[in-house]
């Protein structure tokens, strides 16, 4: 039987991803209908700024006709073709030397897979792969942090420390996945202790862990540059600074996950660049085709690539690899996307526009709701406070950060509530007229939550 009515259809059949299905099932959900710009209209004909950018990667808008002309002109061209068995197509080969050339540190060589998740767990299976063939079959543990996200896939949700995507799934799989602490400054920090001193605490922490597990166990350490799932939480002074020794020393890899921070959020073209962080493997998406197609690259380092090459010797074929992994259109619109960030110089324009974004939502720590407001580039968490001078949240049960959501959603804007953290991500072509428009809405729906 068809539900004549398109709400009624969606709580009838649809099972909708990270939603509170019984929430669902009696309000059904807000369904989009089409987009200009940095704003999306939905089914109703309302219209929002779209602060989010969709799940933080709608970097060019909603309306970019060049990436539409892109992804048309491929799929007249070759609208298919797989990267498997010694063959290939053009899109993929340059859009794999592009993000070479872009790339921070090391990275030479490009596996294209769909998503973030895919990325990640790719990374997972390749550093695997390649203590074995280095002859250290021991060194497979993988350290991530509490409140990461890594994606969804049953390894990387493992790796991720968000309990809610672990709970009833039976997560974290195995006993290969550690998580030390979230290094939320603000949240966690003591009484007295300097953003630097918590940082050098965090290390410790982190040293302690490989020094109890054994380095000969522990072959990579997870992190994002800036916590996008987890909060939209920058990290503390220093921390990158003290973490890289400290895996170097042990022969740890460094994983960075770029998928939100990739391609300018952070001011530059990679959150790597801005936190001084050189990656043994570099893991992107979102961005990367600005969502206009699914696609997401794993960039790795000429050693772990050599390895790859010792393990065809071993085995023949490399037993890894998606059909659609480098779609051909994905790749084509890759590369418009690139070449529209370049022309357009979007890092440039994040840089001008920043300083209006990050002061914009920065005056909200005067609000009774505002704890704090942190961000970098256009990335920003508002972190709701019950109590701001003892730093005490919200009883988890009053929901206050949803309640900020939907009422921001009434005024015609669009955030995320991470917990009691709202997050805020915009397309990176927002304009600072679009920025003010942006923060007098979410003005708007903060005091209508209070
Ligand atoms: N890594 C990070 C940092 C992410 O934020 C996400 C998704 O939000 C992922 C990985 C997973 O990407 P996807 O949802 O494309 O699988």
Redesign the pocket.
């Known amino acids: 039987m068809r539900a004549n009515n398109l709400h009624m259809a969606d709580i009838a059949h649809m099972v909708h991803q990270q939603t509170d299905l019984d929430a669902h099932g009696r309000e059904g959900a807000v369904l989009i209908a089409k987009g200009d710009g940095v704003h999306v209209v939905d089914s109703e004909g309302r219209r929002y700024i779209e602060a989010m950018a969709g799940?933080?990667c709608a970097s060019l808008g909603f309306s970019e006709k060049r990436l539409a002309d892109a992804a048309y002109k491929q799929l007249l061209e070759l609208p298919y073709y797989h990267t498997f068995f010694q063959k290939g197509h053009e899109p993929s080969v340059r859009l794999a030397e592009k993000l070479v050339e872009m790339a921070p540190g090391d990275l030479s060589h490009v596996m294209f897979q769909c998503?973030?998740?895919?990325a990640?767990d790719a990374a997972i299976k390749v550093i695997w792969y390649y203590n074995n063939l280095r002859g250290k079959p021991a060194k497979k543990k993988l350290i991530g942090r509490i409140r990461g996200?890594?994606?969804?896939t049953v390894a990387?949700a493992s790796l991720s420390g968000q309990p809610h995507m672990q709970a009833d799934f039976d997560l974290p799989y195995g006993d290969r996945f550690l998580h030390i602490s979230n290094p939320h400054y603000y949240r966690f920090h003591e009484a007295g202790e300097t953003e630097r001193d918590f940082s050098a605490r965090m290390a410790a922490e982190l040293e302690a862990l490989i020094e109890r597990e054994g380095a000969d166990t522990i072959a990579a350490f997870f992190a994002?540059p800036v916590q996008?799932?987890g909060g939209a939480i920058t990290p503390p002074e220093g921390y990158f600074d003290l973490i890289q020794p400290i895996l170097k020393k042990h022969d740890i890899l460094f994983v960075a996950?770029e998928?939100?921070c990739g391609f300018g959020r952070t001011g530059n073209l990679w959150g790597s660049e801005t936190y001084g962080i050189t990656p043994d493997i570099l893991t992107c998406?979102?961005q990367l085709t600005a969502a206009y197609q699914p696609l997401?690259a794993t960039l790795i380092s000429r050693p772990i690539q050599e390895a790859l090459v010792a393990g065809s010797k071993k085995h023949g074929s490399f037993g890894h690899g998606f059909t659609y992994g480098g779609h051909p259109v994905a790749c084509a619109v890759g590369l418009e996307t690139l070449a529209i960030y370049e022309e357009r110089d979007m890092v440039g324009h994040v840089r001008a526009v920043a300083p209006a974004f990050l002061n914009g939502l920065g005056a909200f720590r005067d609000h009774p709701l505002v704890g704090d407001v942190r961000g970098v580039g256009l990335i920003a968490g508002v972190e709701l406070m019950a109590d701001k001078a003892s730093r005490t949240p919200f009883a988890p049960s009053r929901k206050v950060g949803v309640l900020v959501q939907n009422k921001c959603h009434e005024a015609g804007l669009i955030v995320r509530a991470i917990g009691d953290r709202i997050a805020f991500t915009p397309p990176l072509i927002i304009t600072e007229a679009e920025i003010q428009d942006m923060c007098h809405r979410f003005r708007e729906g903060l005091d209508a939550a209070w």
Do not use: R
Request: proline share 0%; charged share 20%.
């Open positions: 799940l933080w998503s973030g998740s895919e990640n996200y890594h994606g969804n990387t994002e996008g799932g996950d998928v939100i998406a979102k997401s």
